[in-house]
C-alpha cells in the first residue's frame, strides 16, 4: 500500500531553515502529485505547497510564497519542503500527501489527496 514518510523538521530560530522530506513507497511515485499541508494546534489542516506528476508545475500559498519551495527526486522516489525565512507563524505540524489518481496537475485541498503521511513537526522560536 501506498506509504510517506515525513523527516526534516525540527526547532529552529526565526529568519532560520529547513528542508522537509517525503519518502514515498507502494507504487509508481511518479506518476503522482505530491502536496505539503500544516496544521497548527486548535487551527485546521491547510495548503502549503503542491507539484504535478513531472515536476513541471508547482503552486504555493500565499503566506510562503517566495519563502518555500517544493520539489521532487523522481528517481529517489521523494518530495521535498525547502523552507528559508521562517518566522514563527510556520510552526505547525507538516504533512506530505499525493492523490489516488495518477497523472493529476497541481491540488491544491484537503479533499483531493488520498494519501498522507504522519507529519513532522516544525517549531519556530521568536
Known amino acids: 500500500q501506498v506509504q510517506l514518510v515525513e523527516s526534516g523538521g525540527g526547532l529552529v530560530q526565526t529568519g532560520g531553515s529547513l528542508r522537509l522530506l517525503c519518502a514515498a513507497s507502494?507504487?509508481?511515485?511518479?506518476?503522482?502529485?505530491m502536496g505539503w499541508f500544516r496544521q497548527a494546534p486548535g487551527k485546521e489542516r491547510e495548503f502549503v505547497a503542491a507539484i504535478n506528476f513531472r515536476g513541471s508545475s508547482t503552486m504555493y500559498a500565499d503566506s510562503v510564497t517566495g519563502r518555500f519551495t517544493i520539489s521532487r527526486d523522481n528517481a529517489k522516489n521523494t518530495a521535498y519542503l525547502q523552507m528559508n525565512s521562517l518566522k514563527p507563524e510556520d510552526t505547525a505540524t507538516y504533512f506530505c500527501?499525493?492523490?489516488?489518481?495518477?497523472?493529476?496537475?497541481?491540488?491544491?485541498?484537503?479533499?483531493?489527496?488520498?494519501?498522507w503521511g504522519q507529519g513532522t513537526q516544525v517549531t519556530v522560536s521568536s
Open positions: 500527501a499525493t492523490s489516488r489518481d495518477k497523472f493529476q496537475p497541481v491540488l491544491h485541498s484537503v479533499g483531493m489527496f488520498a494519501y
Open positions: 507502494g507504487r509508481t511515485f511518479s506518476d503522482y502529485p
